[in-house]
């Protein structure tokens, strides 16, 4: 059953001379009477641009004052912008406030495949759409549809693509500036920072404004989350056209860059310059790894899994092996994460955090001991070689518990499944 119900009026032209507006709001008396209660959104699409006198036909919207359309106010939510992106994304924040997935869509069968393109772009797999044709008197000219529009080409694509991306831009910030926090152990050679959740656009709650990772579970699309990386590429002074981020699986898997990139991995190595590599964090550790020496970098994603598998340590490794790195040249800094304050593992699992060293467990005696995942890779790191004093830990905000400032990060614990995700990013300046 829907959730939503969407009209889309923006390609109809109504015949003013034929009283086609009394038909029109016959017709979405019947839907509105249809799909209430039931649905918890009822809007119409009308698209400014789409609403211009011509001929003695009206749009929409010119007609809402003149014919009664007011009256539809109270039943419907009017949707008008002067492109079919805002009117849709708008549409999007509306439904993602009150989690709304379920949605139909009611449709002139000459616009389904161009609305369906939008949708393809500004949504995720997290929201079901049906489409149905929008069923409203064309009989004897009463409502004429526009010319028909077909979406089949790659160029037709790339336009409502650009039109997408070029609203997107002109969206305010949210939650305020965007800020990156950096460590004063890593040398200018490298540009480098860890991000917070403020300076983005994405407005799902869990996740504004800053997320940089869109998946088929979360409601950010792909083009939002490549806006947030756009302006974060701005602020940082990186290219946002030569950026990797770690595929996580969660292991101990290292992609070197310029070989064969593996289906997973948690940690990257490069010597190229230019190149922006990230690793992913809403709870686990973002690491940044950086040898001035040899003018090398890294990063990893550290959960507790790959704490435990040693994926900080895999990553130095790759760097030595690859680049011919001095361990005690390295640099390693730990970017937010969750805090043993907030982090609890079942019994069976943190017993091997205690095996490494008791201090990275509090209350080992309790079903879910609390683990401290940052103390674990310190030691990792240390064992493995790095000098204490080119491993940054703490201060500068960096161990800041992500789950303990909601204002500033993302995180899993706290926001359940549809979490946000900070990142840290490293390269080697041009």
Known sequence: MAEAVLIDLSGLQLNAQKNCHETLLETLDSIHSHHTPKAKFLGIICCSNASKEKDGEYGLCELEAGYGFSCLTGKFEIVSHPSLAASLYTIKQKLDEENLSCIKVLVPEHRRLLIKAYVGQLFTEVYEFEF?????????????????????????LKDIQNEIETYLRSLPALKGDLTIVTSPLIPDIFLHGFTTRTGGISSVPTLSSLNLFSSSKRRDPKVVVQENVRRLANAAGFNAEKFY???TDHASEVWVMGKKEPESYDGIVT????????????????????????????????????TLLGVAMATVKAMIAEYGC???DIIVVLGPSVGSCCFTLPKESAVSFHSLHPSCVRQFDSPRPYVDIRKATRILLERGGILPQNIQDEKDGLDLCTSCHPEKF???VRDGLNFGTQIGFISLRE
């Open 410 to 412: 993302f995180s899993h």
């Open 326 to 328: 001095d361990v005690e």
């Open 132 to 156: 149905e044709d929008l069923q409203v008197a064309w009989r004897d000219s009463l409502l004429k549809p526009s010319t028909g529009i077909k979406v089949t080409t790659t160029h037709e």
């Open 245 to 247: 981020r770690i595929k």
């Open 271 to 306: 010597n190229q310059r230019g190149l922006t590599i990230t690793a992913l964090g809403a709870d686990c550790i973002p690491i940044v790894f950086a040898d001035p020496v040899k003018k090398a970098c890294g990063v990893a994603h550290s959960g507790w899994k790959g």
